[in-house]
Each structure stands twice: as C-alpha cells, then as structure tokens.
C-alpha cells in the first residue's frame, strides 16, 4: 500500500474578501450568466484581481461550490486527484472514496479510470454545482492536463467549471465559444473604470484625488489594477501628489519590481530577451520584430505572448498588430537602457 497523499486544507478555502474591495455587480452578474454554461474562464495577466474576483463571487454564489487553488506540486497526477477530490468532497462527502482507496494500492488503475469514477460520482449528485480551479497556470505536466480535458469533456450538466489561470489553457476554446458552453472574463473586462479606479485609490490613500488626478492614473495604468494599487502606495505620504502623478511612469520602483518578479523573471531566457529587444517599438508585427531582432518567429512570439496574457494588446482581429501595455513596455525599455545600452542604440 501506498501511503495516502496529505491533504492541504488552506488549498480548499475561498479567498476571504478583501475589507476594503472594490464591488464589482456588472462582473457578478456575469459569473452568475455564465452558471448555466460548461465553463467560465478568468484569464489574464499578473495583478488583474482574478482571484479577488473569483472569490468575492464564490462567497455569494447560489449553488454549492468547491474551491481548490493550485500550486506546482500538483503536477503529479495523484497529488492532483486527490486535491480535486478533497475540494469536492466539501460539496457531497461520498465523493471519491473509492479513488482515494486506489491511489493508496500498489498498482493504482490509470488517472483517466479514476477520474471517470470522480465523474460517475458527481452524475449521481441531486443539484447543480460549482468547481472553481485558481491558479490553473502552474500545471504544465501532460497526464495532469489531459485529465483536466477528459473532466471538461465529460463532466455531468450539473457541473460548472471555472479557471482562473494567467494563460489560457490547453482546452478548444474555439469549439466551446461557438457551441455557447463558454463565459470569458479578460483583461479587457477586469481592468478598472474610472469610478472603480477612483473608489480604489480613496480607499487606498484615505482621501479623494481630483477627477484629473484619477483620469491621469487610470489611463497610465490602463486600469490595470496592481498599477494603480502601485502607485497609491507611491503615493503615501507625498506632499505634492500632482507632480507624483505628472511624472508616474514604468521606471517607479514598485512596478519595476512587481512586473521583474511576477513577468521577467518567470519567462525563459530568449523569450525574456524578445521582449527587451522588441520593446523599443510603438507597435508590434511579426515580420517587423524578425527584422528588430535578427531572428525569425516574431508571428508566432506574438501569438504565444498574446495567449499568455503577457501584457500584450491586440490592436486588430486579425492578430496582425500588437503593442505592449504603457507601463510594461517603459519597465522593458528601462531595463534594455540599463543593462544593454550599447544593444538599445543598435536595436534603433
């Protein structure tokens, strides 16, 4: 027998609510739209309130829901079984009793065998239900994203799906869209308004900026909501506020270490280095990028960066043209100036 495979509690909570968040109704109303769907996707980048979102929305929500965040060690297949199945319990304790004894035997039977036990389980349930996933971006294992697919595939009608993930994952997106079975909340839709913005920014600096300051702020972060908290915190105990928000630029020290330690430093090497070099440009094309960088696969870059959700706005439906989020594209200039000056000045 194998020894059981400890189970994280704190893995299974809801995020508490934050005491002083931003209430969001119109993106309520459409997590609740998208319950009679398959799946709900939450994708983007670092820092735009995904799990604060999901989590506000989850303590509300009208059907019974299961709430697993995921880490890197879930990567291994029964790590993973067992944490899904610990999450659904919480929902109907019977849940995955038989798997649990099987992930213990010395042979245990194939991850798609038991997840389709989980399945038969949760067909036998009397009501519909909620599983949400965070952080779905840290699986990469193969086994442990094809069961994900096989559960997405064959998951009862009573079951609804929601990721909340920094990529989009490796499911058909484009056949769920065109049948009707998907709900996707981007960065598009997460970034702040200028009345969330400014309910941000009071609660954050404890007293009200002018309708200007706010604009200024809003549009240099394009609502991005770690760039506004970001600066709010820059902001404290400053006497002149409107020159902070005057010169408030990439090179601030609590983005250039947010966006270094969440984004940079996360990439590998020549994708790291893609984004240096191509960062002296205002808009973005493939062909254009190859001709930058003296390498070719700038489309394709685009793409995956895109898919990503790093910090990369599309500028047509035809995923032609792109440029980089304001801030993101002053963090990567600045960093190309400071560590590779002579590189800048050949790159131009």
């Known amino acids: 027998m194998n020894p059981p495979t400890p189970v994280m509690a704190a893995k299974l909570y809801i995020p508490s609510p934050r005491v002083k968040a931003v209430h969001r109704p119109r993106l309520i ?3 609740n739209e998208g319950l009679d769907r398959k799946l709900t996707l939450i994708s983007a980048s670092a820092g735009f309130g995904k799990t604060t979102l999901a989590g506000a929305w989850a303590a509300g929500c009208p059907r019974p829901l299961a709430w697993l965040t995921l880490d890197e060690g879930d990567n291994e297949v029964s790590r993973f079984l067992t944490h899904v199945v610990a999450a659904l319990k919480t929902i109907s304790e019977p849940i995955g009793d038989d798997v649990l004894r099987l992930l213990q035997s010395e042979r245990p039977p194939s991850a798609e065998s038991m997840l389709a036990m989980v399945l038969n389980d949760l067909s036998r349930l009397a009501f519909p239900f909620v599983l949400v996933l965070d952080d ?6 193969r086994p442990v994203t094809e069961c994900m697919n096989v559960l997405l595939e064959h998951a009862p009608l009573s ?4 990721i909340v993930t920094r990529e989009n994952p490796p499911f058909p997106l484009g056949r769920l869209r065109a049948r009707g079975h998907l709900t996707e909340l981007r960065a598009a839709d997460l970034c702040f308004t200028r009345e969330e913005a400014a309910e941000f920014l009071r609660e954050m600096v404890g007293f009200s900026l002018t309708a200007g300051q706010i604009a200024s702020l809003e549009s240099r972060t ?10 709010a915190l820059s902001m404290r105990g400053r006497e002149d506020i409107t020159a902070f928000i005057r010169a408030f630029a990439g090179d601030n020290r609590y983005i250039v270490d947010y966006l270094v330690e969440e984004v940079l430093e996360r990439l590998p090497e020549e994708m790291r280095d893609f984004l240096l070099h191509t960062s002296i440009l205002d808009r973005l094309h493939g062909p254009l990028c190859d001709a930058v960088t003296g390498q070719e696969g700038g489309s394709a870059r685009l793409r995956h960066l895109e898919e990503g959700n790093f910090f990369v706005v599309a500028l047509d439906d035809a995923r032609q043209w792109y440029r980089y989020h304001h801030l993101f594209a002053e963090v990567l200039s600045a960093h190309l100036k400071a560590d590779r000056p002579e590189r800048a000045a050949e790159l131009h």
């Open 159 to 162: 079951m609804h799906l929601v």
């Open 222 to 231: 394009e609502g991005w909501i770690a760039g506004l908290q970001l600066a």
């Open 136 to 141: 779905y971006h840290v699986l990469s294992a």
């Open 29 to 31: 109303e459409r997590l």
